[in-house]
Nanobody
Framework: VQLQAFGGGLVQAGGSQTLSCVAS????????MGWFRQTPGKEREWVGA????????YYADSVRGRFTISRDNAKNTMTLQMNSLKPEDTAVYYC?????????????????WGQGTLVTVSS
């Protein structure tokens, strides 16, 4: 499956941004989907994930209550709605797909990755 993430940009602290991930070339419904982010010199950080069935979402403590992940299996898309953004949310955001049976927080569990989209939150 090929993934393409887009929607990044510059946003002021306290603002909102929506990222999208579009999948092609595979059966989107078969994959648990996740969002990760990375800043220079740091390891890729799990942001959250959504199950195959669209019914369950999971979040890192750092974003819970501010970010919402959803997916539309009919449209092969996943969305990351980010609210109340903070400067520390600045990162390149990646979407990823995992064929594991359970939703995972580790990058190694995801075999397919989008190209990343930069979100910059100004203070």
């Amino acid at each position: 499956v090929q993934l393409q993430a887009f929607g990044g940009g510059l946003v002021q602290a306290g603002g909102s941004q929506t990222l999208s991930c579009v999948a092609s070339g595979g059966n989107f419904r078969m994959y648990n989907m996740g969002w990760f982010r990375q800043t220079p010199g740091k390891e890729r950080e799990w942001v959250g994930a959504v199950s195959r069935s669209e019914t369950r979402s999971y979040y890192a403590d750092s974003v819970r209550g501010r970010f919402t992940i959803s997916r539309d299996n009919a449209k092969n898309t996943m969305t990351l709605q980010m609210n109340s953004l903070k400067p520390e949310d600045t990162a390149v955001y990646y979407c990823a797909a995992s064929s594991n049976l359970i939703t995972s927080t580790t990058p190694a569990s995801y075999a397919y990755w989008g190209q990343g989209t930069l979100v910059t939150v100004s203070s």
